[in-house]
């Protein structure tokens, strides 16, 4: 019945309806697509759940002051002091500022500095819901009002400064990122398939794909208040081409095979289809339930990841097991060219390396397994070197932007941050109260006079130190132990520093719950495929390892090589989903074989063909994945340079050790006990060389 179905998708006729349908679909998207970034929201206090203080604190501060203002700074410093000339022209810039667009308020400053060094100037900006997008075009407006020169250095900090050096850390990515992937990738198929022309099939799929997921997300996250940022538009990017590849890889080479079988091409495409495509639904199916945990999250920002990532492989998969079929059953043998595999030539990957260490585990199974278990165990005690306490503003990226600097100078020389203050709201008959609770504790300015509004109050203070450090947190939490103690004042503590620190306790939260959620899901999908407890436990508490050992080695990695001073709260859970969702799919790619092979030659015969039979697409469709993982390093933020190098170095660590090494082992140690309770194999099986494939159709039994 199924192998109907996939025949009827690849027929003479209907291969060209499924081009047809997929090229104008892709054609209509690809403006919707382009329009991805417009929707993206990158500012933390929208990413955080209505549950939170400093959210809470923000809806009843609307009467104080505009949610959307934007306040920026302009920073000068020389070294040998600031002159009367530089005084004098930063007091006539204030005019300029006052005349720009969006301007709210008066300009304060310029503001000097104890030591004479430094000066600061604070503007406010409001250009609605959607003005931290403009950040980058007021940077440049500022820089050219305050170009500095002469010994006199100028910066734009504060939240707009930070704001445009974010979009400035993004930009590009949905043209550089998606270049340099889809090169990455084409080298790697290139040397995979040997052929100047196959890849083009793979990487115009990818594309189609790509344009398709896009233009929905956009569609979601303009309509229906999906949260889209510039990290899960770049994992979008990644995640499509990355999986898309190693779906086609995985086809491609079943194809291949049934082609050497099979003398009609359609009829072949038929039976690899039947074939592959459990094994390729059934790993889909796991990463896209596995991201979809993800919205279990208390943080917006990663409850949105998962459906944006969950839609980019739910549409991969479609087009790969419709489109690319198409593609391959009209373009015919040829395309394999120079080598095209002919009608009953012979299989070559019964004698190549994989079929080598086959024979070399089944001496000593038990023994190989051990041994690999104790080595990933020891890789995972670099888990205790792994801080993801958070990471400070100056920490976050990979490269020294201009609002960092200038929030350095201001720590420099004792300059309080203007744009960073701790903002209380309580009952207004409450509100002398909290203010002197708020007075003369440590890290905290002069609080100011309080604002009153019907019943509520609103007190605010400068704070020191960087917005998103340990140290500003600390001061967070002592205003909040301090205010709360004020009997019925029912005082909340917002700001800019709050919503870092409640983002950070969200996270935290986050990685309890979801983790074992995430488990949970692919262990039941591991036992309604391959219909058994033993398989999935092992196969689990394998891919668990691997993640241990990833992580582990990465963090002595981030520490000793990279020197990153930490990691940010969210990135063990965002390594752990995309681990153990794209990890269990090598597992199932090789087990879904290992199980088909069983019913004609026993789980241990069974286990050599398929290690045989899969090696070299799995380990291809490794590459690839880890590839385009690595490629998220090219952009200057911290987050996405752990979680690509975390997710390269523990996809090969799947693909090259567990799947290939310790699975197979287990495999072989303990034959049919692997399929309990299942009636699988109950025959005694014993190892022997690994038999050729057929060259005739074999029985399709599933």
Request: hydrophobic content about 50%.
């Amino acid at each position: 019945m199924h192998r109907q179905i996939a025949g009827r998708l690849t027929g003479p006729v209907t291969k060209w309806v499924v081009l047809a349908f997929w090229v104008l679909l892709a054609v209509g998207s690809a403006g919707f697509a382009q329009k991805l970034t417009e929707v993206q929201n990158n500012e933390a206090s929208s990413w955080l759940p209505a549950s939170a203080e400093s959210t809470r604190a923000l809806e009843k501060l609307a009467p104080f002051q505009d949610p959307d203002v934007i306040p920026t700074l302009v920073v000068y410093e020389r070294d040998s002091g600031l002159t009367e000339a530089d005084r004098a022209e930063a007091a006539a810039q204030v005019a300029e500022f006052q005349e720009l667009d969006g301007v709210e308020g008066e300009v304060l400053g310029p503001m000097p500095s104890e030591d004479g060094e430094a000066m600061q100037t604070l503007i406010s900006f409001n250009f609605g819901s959607d003005g931290w997008s403009a950040m980058p075009a007021v940077a440049d407006e500022l820089r050219e009002i305050a170009p500095g020169g002469d010994g006199l250095a100028v910066h734009i900090a504060g939240a707009g400064g930070q704001a445009a050096d974010a979009a400035e850390a993004f930009e590009g990515i949905d043209g550089t990122l998606l270049v340099a992937t889809l090169s990455v990738v084409v080298v790697i198929l290139l040397l995979t398939y040997r052929s100047p022309v196959l890849w083009i099939l793979p990487i115009f799929c990818a594309g189609i794909s790509l344009f398709t997921a896009q233009a929905l997300v956009y569609l979601l996250a303009r309509y229906a208040d999906l949260t889209v940022n510039g990290q899960s538009q770049a994992i979008l990017t990644i995640l499509v081409i990355g999986a898309g590849t190693d779906y086609a890889l995985l086809l491609v080479a079943r194809y291949r095979e049934e082609l050497r079988r099979h003398e009609d091409r359609h009829e072949a495409m038929a039976f690899a289809l039947h074939r592959a495509a459990p094994a390729i639904v059934a790993s889909a199916a796991t990463v896209m339930l596995g991201l979809l945990c993800l919205m279990f999250a208390e943080m917006n920002s990663t409850a949105g990841l998962g459906p944006v990532a969950a839609i980019g492989v739910g549409v991969t998969l479609l087009v790969m097991i419709t489109l690319l079929p198409a593609l391959l059953v009209i373009a015919g043998r040829w395309v394999f060219w120079p080598k095209r595999p002919s009608y009953r030539s012979p299989e070559p990957s019964r004698n190549g390396p994989w079929a080598r260490v086959g024979r070399g585990i089944s001496k000593r199974p038990r023994s190989v397994w051990v041994g690999t278990t104790a080595v990933l165990a020891l890789a995972c005690l670099g888990l205790f070197r792994l801080d993801a306490s958070g990471l400070s503003t100056e920490d976050s990226y990979t490269k020294e932007f201009d609002s960092i600097v200038g929030q350095r100078v201001l720590a420099e020389h004792g300059l309080v941050d203007q744009s960073n203050t701790v903002q209380v709201v309580a009952n207004a008959d409450r509100a002398e109260q909290v203010r002197q609770a708020m007075t003369g504790l440590e890290g905290v300015g002069e609080p100011s006079p309080p604002m009153v509004a019907s019943d509520v109050a609103f007190i605010q203070a400068p704070i020191d130190g960087d917005a998103a450090a340990q140290s500003t947190f600390d001061t967070v939490e002592r205003v909040r132990d301090s205010v709360s103690g004020v009997a019925g004042a029912e005082a909340l503590v917002g700001g800019w520093s709050a919503v870092y620190l409640d983002t950070q306790k969200a996270a935290n939260r986050d990685n309890v719950v979801i983790i074992p959620i995430v488990l949970l899901v692919v262990f039941l999908i591991l036992v309604g495929l391959l219909r058994a407890f033993t398989a999935p436990l092992l196969l689990l508490g394998t891919v668990v390892l691997s993640f241990g050992a990833a992580l582990g080695i990465s963090a002595l990695l981030f520490e000793y090589v990279f020197g990153f001073a930490g990691s940010d709260p969210a990135f063990p859970l965002f390594a752990f989903v995309f681990l153990v969702a794209l990890g269990i799919d090598y597992n199932i790619f090789l087990m879904t074989r290992v199980r088909e092979e069983t019913l004609h030659r026993g789980t241990r015969q069974g286990a050599l063909v398929a290690l045989t039979s899969t090696g070299g697409v799995i380990t291809s469709a490794g590459l690839v994945l880890a590839a385009t993982f690595l490629v998220l390093s090219t952009i200057p933020v911290v987050f996405l340079v752990e979680l690509g190098v975390a997710v390269a170095l523990g996809v090969m660590l799947d693909t090259m050790v567990v799947r290939s090494i310790l699975v197979t082992a287990l495999n072989l140690d303990l034959g049919p006990r692997i399929w309990w309770p299942s009636s699988l194999d109950r025959g005694d099986h014993t190892v022997g060389p690994t038999p050729e494939p057929e060259l005739t159709p074999t029985p399709t039994t599933a």
